[in-house]
């Protein structure tokens, strides 16, 4: 056998070898992928299940003597290897879309950006959403105008869900996105309550600063509310009323970040009712959140 072709063979296992190895590489690598996906979508699991845990807990809580406080602050609760944050928050803290004025719904948006003509003009078309008629505001819109943008006419009833606020003329998904964790849609309350509202919230009610500085550092130093220093009553089976938001049916918002020491994390927004029977409650709706956009709406300036 000639020089060349030893030359030529020793060649062809050497790249017959190359591509065993690229082979081998690429399954391996596909193994090791796999094994991480299993393993992420079991983290998940084991988060989700977490987080159903910390529902019930909230709900119990809102019961307990003494209670746990609807009003954003937060709480933590661990089981099965899972570390969760979490705040409850009573919506009568929050801005009724079906209730609020013009003059508050402006200046939500003045709040968070909006210029006062924008801010007023978009109060203005919500306050015609929602109302029974087709007769504009001086600067909102009703059916003539979303025809004329090509978009579907006004309610003209109540908000049923935040989410329809999107389809209101002049809204757009950046000021949605930055509002709607202020919005609720319910039985019309004109005025949030100061003593469950998130800190942006506080900032537009007519409150003095001493008074609103006294609320945020309750929060944070877990103290109770103004008003409810003493713990309340207990029914006499060891469950007590927690007078910020928990007496009777009401409705709430549920913020939970949750996690896994190994990095798996996730976040829930979920809304709930609770029922006349203690511990009693349903879930109303649930989507997931940014991991830390909790702590972004309650803590940004607990420490000022």
Do not use: C
């Not at 529902?55 to 209670?67: F, K």
């Not at 798996?264 to 959140?289: C, D, E, K, N």
């Amino acid at each position: 056998m000639n020089s060349n072709r030893k030359g030529f063979i020793l060649l062809l296992v050497v790249a017959v070898l190359i591509s065993a190895a690229a082979v081998l590489a690429l399954a391996s690598l596909s193994v090791r992928l796999q094994a991480r996906e299993t393993g992420t979508s079991a983290d998940l699991a084991q988060i989700s299940a977490a987080m159903d845990a910390v529902l019930a807990r909230a709900v119990l809580g809102l019961e307990d003597n003494p209670p746990l406080y609807a009003d954003g602050r937060a709480y933590e609760f661990a089981i099965n290897g899972v570390q969760s944050t979490y705040r409850i928050i009573d919506t009568s803290g929050l801005i009724d879309l079906n209730g609020a004025s013009e003059a508050l719904l402006a200046a939500l948006f003045e709040r968070l950006g909006q210029s006062v003509p924008d801010a007023e003009t978009l109060a203005a078309a919500i306050a015609d959403w929602r109302d029974g008629d087709d007769t504009p505001r001086g600067r909102g819109a009703e059916r003539r105008a979303y025809r004329n943008a090509g978009l579907p006419g006004p309610g003209n009833r109540p908000f049923l869900h935040v989410s329809e606020v999107r389809g209101v003329l002049g809204m757009n998904a950046a000021l949605y996105a930055a509002a709607a964790p202020y919005l609720t849609a319910g039985a019309g309350v004109k005025t949030p309550r100061a003593l469950t509202a998130p800190p942006v919230v506080l900032d537009i009610l007519d409150i003095d600063t001493e008074k609103r500085r006294d609320i945020l550092e309750r929060r944070r130093t877990s103290r109770p509310p103004p008003g409810e220093e003493a713990a309340p009553a207990s029914d006499g089976k060891g469950k007590g009323k927690a007078r910020t938001g928990s007496k009777g049916a009401r409705r709430y918002l549920l913020l939970i970040d949750a996690h896994l020491p190994g990095g798996a994390r996730a976040a829930r927004r979920m809304v709930f009712s609770t029922g006349p029977r203690p511990g009693s409650y349903a879930i109303l709706s649930w989507q997931a959140l940014p991991y830390g956009k909790a702590r972004m709406l309650y803590d940004a300036d607990l420490g000022s």
